[in-house]
């Protein structure tokens, strides 16, 4: 399976700046999904990045919020912008890699945000 | 309803127990089911497939009932080291996962 890269791993911000996450992936995949796990909760999809379009983000999480990059089929970033302490949270991106007809998804090891 | 419905727990149970979980999705739509099991501070981690014929690797084994629309996970002989949260986890076709919010398992010795 794909081995990502993701970092930071972890970081404490002020509030009203923004956090850029990256995740590189040792191989070439298609799909690349951001996802945001609140404190004690599960993990909620935040959107799917292709590379070469625009992202498509799930309802609630929007663009201007959120933006992301993939300039190739190996890296991703998500952005955090303007942070407030609600955004405090892990983030994890995952990528989807094809076998044949079985696929499998990896995640990265995750980015710990606190807003203070 | 809920998407995804799991129960929460925390299960607790001894060393060499047989523990069941089951969870219960809305979206008929769904196509493909997983457990996957996160650590403490770590990153969810696949755990297995399921399939609509059930499937079973070594002391775990899955099953997926498409009429009620529920998924199960049986583990057999619990280790210490299977302590963890199992998220049920499904694909709409989108190739975005849908997770459930976990069921904590402790096994204690």
């Known amino acids: 399976s794909a081995v990502i890269s993701q970092k930071p791993s972890r970081d404490i911000c002020q509030r009203g700046t923004s956090l850029t996450i990256q995740c590189q992936v040792d191989?070439?995949?298609?799909?690349m999904f951001w996802y945001r796990q609140q404190p004690g909760q599960s993990l909620t999809l935040i959107a799917t990045?292709?590379?070469?379009?625009?992202?498509?983000?799930e309802s609630g999480f929007v663009i201007d919020k959120f933006p992301i990059s993939r300039p190739n089929l190996t890296f991703s970033t998500l952005t955090v912008s303007n942070m407030s302490p609600e955004d405090s949270s892990i983030y994890l991106c995952?990528?989807?890699?094809?076998?044949?007809?079985?696929?499998?998804?990896?995640f990265g090891s995750g980015t710990r945000l606190t807003v203070v | 309803r809920k998407e995804v419905e799991q129960d929460p727990g925390p299960f607790n149970v001894p060393e060499g127990a047989t523990v069941a979980f089951n969870c219960t999705y809305s979206?008929?739509?769904?196509?493909?089911f997983f457990w996957y099991r996160q650590d403490c501070r770590k990153e969810p981690k696949l755990l297995m497939s399921?399939?609509?014929s059930g499937n079973e690797d070594g002391r775990f084994t899955a099953q997926l009932n498409r009429a009620s629309q529920y998924i199960s996970l049986l583990i057999r002989d619990s280790k210490l080291s299977d302590s963890a949260t199992y998220l049920c986890?499904?694909?709409?076709?989108?190739?975005?996962?849908?997770f459930g919010s976990g069921t904590r398992l402790q096994v204690q010795p």
């Open positions: 995952s990528v989807v890699a094809q076998d044949n007809s079985n696929y499998g998804y990896t």
């Open positions: 979206n008929s739509a769904s196509q493909s």
């Open positions: 986890v499904f694909d709409t076709g989108r190739r975005a996962l849908t």
């Open positions: 191989s070439q995949v298609t799909m």
């Open positions: 990045a292709n590379q070469g379009s625009e992202a498509t983000y």
């Open positions: 399921v399939y609509s």
